[in-house]
């Protein structure tokens, strides 16, 4: 299983960015997938996430409620984050991840590789 993120760059505050990740390999299903970011002087956090089960749970960190939007599209086996208002503390290196059902291992987490958001004041 591997992930691919993109999208990030360079973008002044108040300005927009989408970043898309996609899932590809030898997989049964995804269970959910979402960002966290890693910002200069902090552990990475969550910043957004999706689970599907019965129901499909979102969850927000509350640093970025309001201001950014995650979404799927489950059969591109992709995730996406909407990122508005930005502002210079959501620099950072963002990181993709999924939590994906194999037959061989069952349910295993997986992280793309950072890619870097930049937001100038």
């Known amino acids: 299983v591997q992930l691919q993120a993109s999208g990030g760059g360079l973008v002044q505050a108040g300005g927009s960015l989408r970043l898309s990740c996609v899932a590809s390999?030898?997989?049964?299903?995804?269970?959910?997938m979402g960002w966290y970011r890693q910002t200069p002087g902090k552990q990475r956090e969550m910043v957004a996430t999706v689970f599907r089960a019965s129901t499909t749970t979102t969850k927000y960190a509350d640093s970025v409620q309001g201001r950014f939007t995650i979404s799927t599209d489950n059969a591109k086996n992709t995730v996406y984050l909407q990122m508005n208002s930005l502002k210079p503390e959501d620099t950072g290196v963002y990181y993709c991840?999924?939590?994906?059902?194999?037959?061989?291992?069952?349910?295993?987490?997986?992280w793309g590789q950072g890619t870097l958001v930049t937001v100038s004041s």
């Open positions: 390999g030898s997989f049964r299903n995804i269970n959910g």
């Open positions: 991840f999924a939590n994906i059902y194999t037959f061989r291992e069952g349910s295993n987490d997986y």
